[in-house]
């Protein structure tokens, strides 16, 4: 045998070694292939019921976010009309205020004023000679 029928074998051989050795890989690859494809299938099973259902839950918080953007409307007038009932009150108040010093300045007035009677009538009566 020359050297070039011994190479030849030598290349024969671990060609031969290299295809039995790779069998078993293509084969596991194509199980991996499978079972890939097998879990894709199933998630994306599951993914149509989930997003149906998250499609429903959005709905439902755009909902309620539209009705606390009603209720914020509700609140703001709430809160400008304690606002106001606030000032009025306190306008109220200012007022009985002026109107309890007015009554006290009649009331001290009208003390005044029956003293000052009191006074002028019997002065009255003492010209008179009435007492």
């Known amino acids: 045998m020359s050297l070039i029928e011994i190479s030849l074998i030598i290349?024969?051989?671990?060609?031969?070694?290299?295809?039995?050795?790779m069998i078993p890989t293509l084969l596991t690859i194509k199980r991996t292939a499978a079972s890939v494809g097998n879990m894709a299938e199933m998630v994306q099973g599951e993914l149509k019921p989930l997003l149906h259902e998250l499609t429903g839950v959005l709905a439902e918080v755009k909902t309620v976010g539209s009705g606390i953007s009603e209720h914020t409307d509700d609140v703001r007038r709430f809160m400008s009309a304690?606002?106001?009932?606030g000032e009025n009150l306190n306008t109220i108040n200012r007022s009985v205020g002026v109107v309890t010093g007015v009554?006290?300045?009649t009331n001290v007035w009208a003390t005044g004023a029956k003293v000052a009677g009191k006074y002028i009538f019997e002065r009255y009566l003492k010209k008179r000679g009435g007492m």
């Open 82 to 85: 304690l606002g106001e009932t």
């Open 103 to 105: 009554l006290n300045t």
């Open 11 to 21: 290349i024969v051989i671990a060609a031969c070694l290299l295809v039995l050795t």
